[in-house]
């Protein structure tokens, strides 16, 4: 109730995200110690975790995954249907850019998107990526943050986020890379249709497990 409130949704928007179970991908995709420290105190530190979830379900799109489907693709649908894009973002997501130019010395790097997040304060870039996550990726988005923070960032601005948005997680790439404790580097999966219930439960459930043995 809260969250429908405070994101202003309609009713058919509060109807998908029931169907989408994003209540349940919301707090699984949640750092879970700042909940555990509401309890000793009265508020907790806004983290970026706590507005990016895992995975995004963008069936919205009536794309299909097959081989031959590009980034491009991909990029020029979510800004075709961008306002359910931001629907499925969460709270807080303003559209800035696509294809947004950085220019270092003699050479040009574009970001696929842009947007800025109200209540984090600071802006976040989206790599979209068709298939597994690679080193590669993670350390391109790392120069990108700290290039567009150099370039970009306003001093009032907290730093600058990155997500990673791909079809495929390699969980060994992101136990054994910057994205096990990064603070502004993420990647989070997308999917195409809409998962059963069954298949959404046992996500979540991973999800938890995974976040509880990071705390052990």
Not at 8 to 32: G, K, M, V
Not at 35 to 55: G, Q, S, Y
Not at 87 to 113: H, I, N, P, S, T
Request: overall charge negative; aromatic content about 10%.
């Amino acid at each position: 109730m809260d969250e429908a409130i405070a994101s202003a949704w309609s009713s058919r928007q509060l109807e998908r995200q029931i169907s989408t179970l994003y209540y349940e991908r919301l707090l699984a995709s949640r750092d879970q110690s700042p909940v555990k420290a509401e309890a000793d105190e009265l508020t907790a530190p806004l983290a970026a975790e706590n507005f990016i979830r895992d995975p995004y379900v963008l069936e919205f799109l009536d794309l299909k995954n097959y081989p031959a489907l590009r980034e491009s693709d991909l990029e020029q649908a979510l800004l075709d249907k961008l306002q359910e894009f931001l629907l499925e973002l969460g709270r807080g997501f303003c559209f800035v850019a696509r294809q947004k130019l950085m220019r270092y010395e003699d050479e040009d790097f574009y970001l696929d998107l842009v947007f800025y997040h109200s209540i984090l304060k600071c802006h976040v870039l989206i790599d979209l990526k068709i298939g597994k996550l690679t080193h590669g990726d993670i350390g391109q988005m790392d120069s990108y943050i700290r290039m567009f923070d150099a370039l970009y960032k306003n001093e009032d601005d907290n730093p600058t986020i990155g997500i990673i948005l791909c079809s495929q997680k390699n969980e060994a790439i992101v136990k054994y890379s910057v994205l096990n404790d990064a603070q502004q580097v993420f990647a989070s999966r997308y999917r195409l249709t809409l998962p059963s219930a069954e298949e959404l439960q046992h996500e979540i459930e991973a999800e938890r497990k995974r976040i509880e043995e990071q705390e052990e």
